[in-house]
């Protein structure tokens, strides 16, 4: 079976974050390879991670990246963009948060972009004076809802999204608020790390269970958790989600793209592909329309060449998609 019309597979240059820092390629080119060595011909980028020109980066570049994907048969689906709440340790006014994010709407838009990417609530009051601007630019606002931010967790900025009833605000769905149970290879990492025995029994075999997030934030308000692996732990309480896909029901009208979060490929229970299936069911019968791309969060434990993984986790996307 094949995906259904208006749906697009594509693949976050995010994944390939460990060789932008390497840095023996520039992260435009680094970028570019995803569509040249054939792993997709949709791809997001980061902005501030591709230009160092951040926030404004030059139009050439902008405008040649966009060539060179066309050459190579490619596109960009969507550009994260970031606004910097302070400026020097003073936190910027509306209007310079608005001056920080309209240059990289207009970059963008430039690349040849369907729409940009914010956190979810980021934009806040800025959110009803920016849908003039992105008639203008042909752009699309997805604001991104991963982890923990459900629905419950943040109605108000849900709610906002309904409210402006414009095709030019969407939510972005990461699949990281629907796992069923954590990745294989995160759980050795916190053993090898020293985590204590029991906990990591109850994340392995309990993770749903609202007691385990219970003792997740008794262990670090205890000062137990072990240093070497202390920044990994945080992604239990902010990364990590623990929803079902009925938990979405109301919000499904306005998805208007999804990031298939992965961390590894270990999916022997379907811990990586229970989710993708989920929200496919889900969007299935909405008239959904857009980009689904596969963004890889395991390189922060995992050496992984990001390539072979990005490649491996798509095709497995696209099986789970077509079964629904």
């Given at each position: 079976?094949?995906?259904?019309?208006?749906?697009?597979?594509?693949?976050?240059?995010?994944?390939?974050?460990?060789?932008?820092?390497?840095?023996?390629?520039?992260?435009?080119?680094?970028?570019?390879?995803?569509?040249?060595?054939?792993?997709?011909?949709?791809?997001?980028?980061e902005?501030g991670?591709?230009?160092?020109?951040?926030?404004?980066?030059?139009?050439?570049?902008?405008?040649?990246?966009?060539?060179?994907?066309?050459?190579?048969g490619?596109?960009?689906?969507?550009?994260?963009?970031?606004?910097?709440?302070?400026?020097?340790?003073?936190?910027?006014?509306?209007?310079?948060?608005?001056?920080?994010?309209?240059?990289?709407?207009?970059?963008?838009?430039?690349?040849?972009?369907?729409?940009?990417?914010?956190?979810?609530?980021?934009?806040?009051?800025l959110?009803?004076g920016?849908?003039?601007?992105?008639?203008?630019?042909?752009?699309?606002?997805?604001?991104?809802?991963?982890?923990?931010?459900?629905?419950?967790?943040r109605?108000?900025?849900?709610?906002?999204?309904?409210?402006?009833?414009?095709?030019?605000v969407?939510?972005?769905?990461?699949?990281?608020?629907?796992?069923?149970?954590?990745p294989v290879?995160?759980?050795?990492?916190?053993e090898?790390?020293?985590?204590?025995?029991?906990?990591?029994?109850?994340?392995?075999?309990?993770?749903?269970?609202?007691?385990?997030?219970?003792?997740?934030?008794?262990?670090?308000?205890?000062?137990?958790?072990?240093?070497?692996?202390?920044?990994?732990?945080?992604?239990?309480?902010?990364?990590?989600?623990?929803s079902?896909?009925?938990?979405l029901?109301?919000?499904?009208?306005?998805?208007?793209a999804?990031?298939?979060?992965?961390?590894?490929?270990?999916?022997?229970?379907?811990?990586?592909t229970?989710?993708?299936?989920?929200?496919?069911?889900?969007?299935?019968?909405?008239?959904?329309a857009?980009?689904?791309c596969?963004?890889?969060?395991?390189?922060?434990?995992l050496?992984?060449?990001?390539?072979?993984?990005?490649?491996?986790?798509?095709?497995?996307?696209?099986?789970?998609?077509?079964?629904?």
């Amino acid at each position: 079976m094949s995906l259904p019309a208006g749906w697009t597979l594509s693949a976050s240059a995010f994944n390939l974050t460990p060789e932008v820092i390497r840095a023996e390629r520039t992260a435009p080119d680094l970028a570019l390879s995803l569509v040249e060595g054939g792993t997709a011909s949709a791809i997001e980028i980061e902005l501030g991670q591709t230009w160092r020109g951040f926030p404004s980066p030059p139009p050439t570049e902008t405008t040649d990246f966009r060539d060179r994907l066309a050459a190579a048969g490619g596109g960009v689906s969507i550009v994260g963009v970031s606004i910097d709440e302070f400026d020097r340790g003073r936190r910027r006014t509306d209007a310079e948060r608005r001056a920080f994010l309209e240059p990289q709407l207009r970059a963008a838009a430039s690349t040849g972009a369907a729409g940009v990417r914010l956190p979810i609530g980021q934009a806040g009051a800025l959110l009803d004076g920016l849908v003039p601007l992105l008639d203008e630019l042909d752009l699309v606002l997805y604001e991104e809802a991963q982890g923990h931010e459900t629905p419950t967790a943040r109605a108000a900025a849900y709610d906002r999204i309904g409210e402006l009833d414009t095709p030019r605000v969407r939510l972005l769905l990461d699949i990281s608020m629907l796992m069923p149970a954590l990745p294989v290879t995160y759980l050795d990492r916190l053993e090898r790390g020293g985590l204590p025995a029991d906990l990591l029994r109850r994340l392995r075999d309990e993770w749903r269970d609202p007691a385990t997030q219970d003792a997740v934030v008794a262990l670090l308000r205890a000062g137990g958790v072990p240093g070497p692996v202390h920044t990994l732990y945080m992604n239990l309480l902010v990364r990590f989600g623990r929803s079902e896909a009925s938990d979405l029901a109301s919000v499904l009208p306005v998805i208007g793209a999804a990031h298939l979060k992965f961390w590894d490929l270990d999916d022997a229970d379907g811990r990586v592909t229970r989710p993708i299936r989920d929200v496919g069911a889900a969007l299935r019968g909405t008239g959904f329309a857009g980009t689904l791309c596969s963004e890889w969060g395991g390189q922060e434990w995992l050496d992984d060449d990001p390539w072979q993984m990005t490649e491996r986790h798509l095709a497995l996307a696209r099986e789970a998609l077509a079964s629904v």
